[in-house]
């Protein structure tokens, strides 16, 4: 069975209620779902969460819903992984066996399906434990600068202070949109920053990181941009 698994729980602190919050006239959670239904990839898509509002909605949206997720899992400190661990282990134990699973953030509107598909063949050709979705960061790291205690600056990197940016290795991020694992991989808790993992490439003009209020209206502004020019339906 490949499983989707979208974790949402309901204590969202700097956006409340930001799973299910409306997002272009939907909550926010229905187009990682619906990016899910389009392709195909999957046998169950599940919401895993705490909050039986947020249960609602995603069996609204055609989710499902098949337990409300533990206490000590739906904490700030709760991290993806032993989330993940426990959706697959739940239906070994009460339905059925996963071979492949994608864990699918609620918080992702720009998600593509043919993104998750490509990447799904991707984990199958360069035989990974992951496949997650990364892009580039638009300045060089290594020219990165911190303000001090003191309303001064410091570069993290200061031997790079005379480097000229195009001599820089280019680096990359999690895009925060989805992970593709051998659901072993994900049983064994095996870290995703790691040689286990294959990236999958996004366009920056496709990753908004959306944890506060000015990540949200930008994302928005994002979005109608992208839908005004063809780019989603």
Known sequence: MRLCVIPARGGSKRIPRKNIKLFHGKPIVAYSIEAAQRSGCFDKIIVSTDDQEIADVAEEYGAEVPFLRPEELANDHAGTLPVIKHAIEWFE??????????????TA???????????????????????FSV????????????????????????????????????AYHDAGQFYWGKAEAFKQLK????????????????????????DWLRAEMMYQVHKQSGLFE
Request: aromatic share 12%; proline share 6%; hydrophobic share 35%.
């Open 191 to 214: 870290p995703l920053f790691s040689e286990n993992a294959s990236p999958f490439l996004l366009p920056r003009h496709l990753v908004q990181d959306i944890d506060t209020q000015e």
């Open 109 to 131: 509107p720009f998600l593509q399906a043919g993104s998750i598909k490509q990447a799904y063949k991707q984990l199958q050709v360069t035989q990974a434990d992951y496949c």
């Open 135 to 170: 892009t580039s960061f638009a300045f060089p790291i290594q020219r990165a600068i911190k303000i001090t205690q003191h309303q001064r600056i410091e570069m993290f990197y200061p031997e790079h202070s005379n480097t000229r940016s195009q001599d820089l290795e280019e």
């Open 93 to 106: 134990e009460f339905e059925s066996k996963s071979s492949e699973v994608c864990c699918l953030y609620a």
